[in-house]
């Protein structure tokens, strides 16, 4: 079957969602809020990949459809306590889509705490985070909404829990163009979304006066190779006067990090990273910091479409990375 | 045979230790035993031989059910005494057996809310314990192996728990071309555990779950099963 997931108005998106059928929609909070109650999960965010490329919108909603199987996908809030129950509440067999508002509370502690929580990695999870236009940064915070009830909240995650038959698999897999640059190995001794200290290849070092006294362009992330997998953390900024060196995704201890080579051409680049896939891709997103950083405004990254996010989640918070799903 | 002989054979308790104090309180299904070395003093409860604990130094750790009957004990924390069933480590919730049992559990592959329920222990005591496991602070080492899984892998391509792909893959010495973004960050977040995880119990459990992994995901896991079989 093939699903919709494309940019459309608001009245195709509510027409769509009195239908019955199961939606992962993305949009302004203002459009978001003009949407009818039903089965849908939704999160702020004006920036898209669409068909035509890269665009910014405050009129309009990214749907992407669900498809719906045997069962019934079920559809939750989570607060900061549940939370941690994200995973064991997960179908046996099947998936879930999930969006955290950014700079909430639970932002936080889904970045620092997935990795640990129970039946992670075991289930299939992937996501997003939940954002602004960036003239509204700090002005209004990034929210989600459960369409079955009409809730709108900057302290809750929600989730679509979707079973899959036996004879159904989800994929969850990333594409991320940047690769460890050559330069040093940066470690660092706690896990947070900011560092002052850092070790430089062993040495112990202020991460602030590292950056500085080597120029590193902070648009390239700290890669880290997770057993092939190739990991961000995105640098927000400097704070010079504490020398404190903020994240959007959080530094772990133990972890080999390198600042990511640069990358050329992201339009191509990405063409070229694109794997040759059998089936069609479900749901998929991007980060902000490419969109932003790669000039993707009207260019497209080939056939994938889907918001421009404040953060992806496969499994655990990523940055700087693109993620998506497939059902085979 | 005597009660008090009874009770102290069921909790596994020996000389030099005791049973000085039970509470029972059979409206909240809960007996709480004190336990302490024995000494020349006489006890009102058991016999010649008394004991006492000493208030400061005392812990309570969840022992092995009763029947239906939730079992604490308290006994004076030791750093020196030597391992015992119906002890448990300093800042852990249970006693080495009910570690035992819950660590035979996990292995088994039940679930966590299951074993929560089924021993009726709480979600944070079991967290605690799961968290000292994973962190290496904590060890199944006064536990004798009761080795029970016997997963139903007859028809599996995926090599048994006790296979050394498990603990290799663990410890970095085997590596794999990973496909599969899932087992890619479990691998990675399980390599970390085990370089704080010294326990060899642990480590033992730590393999079930990566073998159990690769189980349920079996056929997605066709290309790097592949070259584990061209390691055998």
Known sequence: MKTIAKLMSVGQAAELINSGRYFNIAGDETVLKQLPQGNWIGGTIPYFMAEEG????????FVNEIEVFDEPPTIRFYDLESLPQLCRNAPEHGYTVVIVPAFSPCHSAFAENAP??????????????????????????PKVMMGTTGELSDQHVVAIDVPLPPDKFANIDIINLFRPGDGDTITFDVTGFSATNCKINGKDASFADYLTANKVDTRLPLVADYCGAMINVSIKGIDE???????????????????????GDYVNGFQAALPQLDTGITFSCNCILNYLHSNLEGKRTAQITGPITFGEIAYQLLNQTLVYLTIS | MKAEDLLHKL???????????????LGRRQIDVWVAPQTTKGNWLFGAKTASISADREHAWRHINLGDTRCVIHSEVSLTAPPQPWRGEIGQPFTNAM?????????????LQSICTFLDITVGDLWKFKHG????????ASAAASASAEAATAVSKVPEPDSLVWSCLLDGSLNLDIRLLSLKLLLTKMREQMRVIIDPEVRVLKCYELQRFFVRYEKALGYELSQIEKLA
């Open chain 2, 99 to 111: 570690s035992r049992q819950i660590a035979a559990m996990m292995r088994d592959g039940i679930k």
């Open chain 1, 241 to 263: 006067a504490t020398k404190r060196v903020d994240f959007y995704a959080p530094i772990f201890p133990a972890v080999q990090y390198r600042i990511a080579a640069p990358v």
């Open chain 1, 54 to 61: 890269g665009t910014v919108t405050r009129d309009r909603v």
């Open chain 2, 11 to 25: 909790l596994d308790i020996e000389a030099p230790w005791q049973i000085v104090r039970i509470r029972e309180d």
């Open chain 2, 133 to 140: 496991l994973d962190s290496g602070k904590t060890g199944l």
């Open chain 1, 116 to 141: 640990n929580y129970e039946d992670m990695y075991m289930k299939p999870l992937i996501g997003w985070v939940a954002g602004v236009h960036l003239d509204d940064l700090g002005k209004v915070s």
